[in-house]
């Protein structure tokens, strides 16, 4: 089915480890981004990718690092996991078209990341 | 303040009652997106609107420009319709950035 997957669904870190989460399209978007969601608190762009190649920061890029490895995958790595890095990840992958309202704007599943 | 503010932040409804809920923005925008995410589930966009007025089945999302307001209306609503709605923009002559709302959590009982 065509949308954007991201894995792992569920991990929990101790302190200190690293993982990486991994988020592919399958749509030729160019745009793919990497949100964190806290309770309370609305979504917060951690990076984002406006095409093959390029990265940029968002609000919260500390403690984050990404890679825009082709047009279909962008993954976000954890270098050192800590506490305050615990919570909700979703990935998602956008195309700016020219035909009015053809915006499209697409989620993955989310990836809940418990650190201890 | 936040640039993206919603309204309820909770909202419960009986079956078949007509929602509506708000959206404001303090900030020039290019166009502005409603989402909907059930509990425990993904991210789901209703409408992308840029002016004026959209419709899919029982949903209508409206914005103001001028006034930097936006509406979700559920007519005819049904307790499959609980989840949050989450309003986002992107700021004009901005890259693809979205800021978002906290979101409106609804409840609608049979």
């Known amino acids: 089915n065509a949308g954007v997957t991201q894995t792992p669904k569920f991990q929990v870190l101790k302190t200190g480890q690293s993982m990486t989460l991994q988020c592919a399209q399958d749509m030729n978007h160019n745009s793919m981004y990497w949100y964190r969601q806290d309770p309370g608190m609305g979504l917060r762009l951690i990076y984002y990718?406006?095409?093959?190649?390029?990265?940029d920061k968002g609000e919260v890029p500390n403690g984050y690092n990404v890679s825009r490895l082709n047009k279909r995958e962008f993954s976000l790595r954890l270098e050192s996991a800590a506490p305050s890095q615990t919570s909700v990840y979703f990935c998602a992958s956008s195309e700016m078209r020219q035909a009015p309202g053809a915006n499209v704007l697409t989620f993955g599943a989310g990836s809940r990341l418990t650190v201890l | 303040k936040n640039e993206v503010e919603q309204s309820p932040q909770n909202l419960t409804a009986q079956e078949g009652e007509f929602i509506t809920i708000n959206c404001s923005y303090s900030?020039?925008?290019?166009?502005l997106h409603w989402l909907q995410q059930h509990p425990g589930g993904g991210i789901v966009s209703l409408f992308m609107?840029?002016?004026g007025k959209k419709k899919h089945g029982r949903l209508i999302a409206t914005i103001n420009i001028q006034e930097k307001h936006s509406s979700l209306h559920i007519t005819a609503s049904h307790p499959r319709d609980s989840a949050v709605y989450i309003c986002?923009?992107?700021?004009?002559?901005?890259?693809?950035?979205?800021?978002f709302g906290t979101g409106t959590l609804l409840a609608v009982q049979p």
């Open positions: 609107l840029s002016s």
């Open positions: 990718s406006a095409s093959e190649g390029t990265t």
């Open positions: 900030v020039g925008i290019s166009a």
């Open positions: 986002a923009v992107k700021r004009r002559g901005a890259t693809n950035k979205l800021i």
